[in-house]
DNA sequence: AGCTACATACATTCACGTATGGATGTAAAT
DNA sequence: ATTTACATCCATACGTGAATGTATGTAGCT
């Protein structure tokens, strides 16, 4: 049993992919520390060295993946093209589409956040990330708004949800589907189509 | 204190009215026997006379809410009028959305539903009704396929998964935005655009 | 030697389930 | 009508296990 500095980051690592793991598939309430522990191939011990309680784990996890893509999020729109936002928005959410259909650790965790159980913390995050998000769709349609791409049909806010609810809708339905339906290719069709759909003059060629 | 008949089905009543609220607000985990006893005015006595555990609530309550609902569903979509699929479409998921508007008590089944950690009774629950659902809208676009009504972009199961995101991510956004936008007009009008959009020369005058 | 990184052992809490008691309604018997 | 018998409906009390948190032990690094 060899114990350097090393081990001590790699058993705390075991730990988070362990927790995640199980959260993801049993949500947060149904894991126990004991499970976490064994499937770390530790023991609790070892947990109560690392982490303060559950809800340090999930903290944890919060900020090694939510918590930056958020800020790439945020980075992004920032630093958007905004001469065709909507153009801007198909492409990244296709990016995003495709990068999340690969990534088994984001999967995990927009599971892990969408089961969650209302605690005063992850209700706080999802707030958080959500309100990000419309932040970010509102801004950039106001602005296609102004420049007269949208659909005279809906206003700028209607359109951000109408957004905001296909995309999450795809993950969401994907999730619960247990992939029943390619994320990547299926979701920038249509993710493609529903855009055009918004622009002026949308359906016609 | 009195205790004919009509009373033991009120207090029954009641707990089931607790247990609706606490679920939803709390998650079905982190809400306790005792709360859900206090909240209905009596003790875990009483629940237990009228239940066998936890489950079993939660099983009352899917039957009387969920259950009846898929049926419902299940039987509008085989009496449909097959000569405009989409205008039914359009139509029935309107009024689905306005009735799920102003019922409280389908909100919360909605939540509790949504949040619950996958054991694997609330599982098979969600597989079901989401299947029926699938099923439901296979079904009739792929009658719109035949019918040439269908945009040429999109496959019939394209097209069923493009309905599904957009209808479950209206209810899913409304709720998660804690009724941010009015989802009775508002669902309604894109609900509108998007069929429309689907159609064949959709957008097109 | 002293600190690190755990394992092990122990104490505590909390929700659950059950067993029991008691109050009330209800039907039958007289 | 009154009493008796019994079932219903619910409260209270108790036992139990599981998960948590803490305290202690201990082997290896530095």
Redesign the pocket.
């Known amino acids: ?12 690592l075991k730990i988070l992919e362990a927790a995640e793991m199980l959260f993801a598939e049993h949500g947060i309430a149904r ?7 064994r499937t770390a ?10 982490f ?3 809800t340090a784990v999930l903290s944890a996890l919060y900020e090694r993946t939510t918590a930056p893509q958020l800020a790439l999020i945020r980075e992004a729109s920032e630093q958007a093209d905004l001469t065709d936002p909507l153009a801007f928005l198909e492409c990244s959410g296709t990016r995003f589409l495709s990068v999340f259909a690969a990534d088994k650790c984001q999967q995990r965790m927009h599971r892990i956040m969408s089961n969650a159980a209302m605690t005063e913390e992850t209700a706080a995050w999802l707030a958080e990330a959500n309100v990000e998000l419309w932040r970010v769709f509102q801004r950039l349609l106001a602005r296609a708004g102004e420049a007269g791409q949208l659909t005279d049909e809906l206003t700028p806010d209607e359109v951000a949800v109408s957004l905001m609810v296909m995309f999450n809708g795809l993950l969401n339905e994907w999730l619960r589907s247990d992939r029943a339906f390619p994320l990547d290719t299926l979701g920038a069709k249509l993710l493609h189509h529903h855009i055009a759909s918004l622009r002026r003059n949308g359906g016609a060629a």
């Open positions: 049993m060899r114990r350097c500095k090393a081990d001590a980051e790699q058993t705390r894991t126990t520390l004991e499970q976490i522990a191939g530790v023991t609790r011990g070892a947990f109560y060295w690392h303060k309680d559950k």
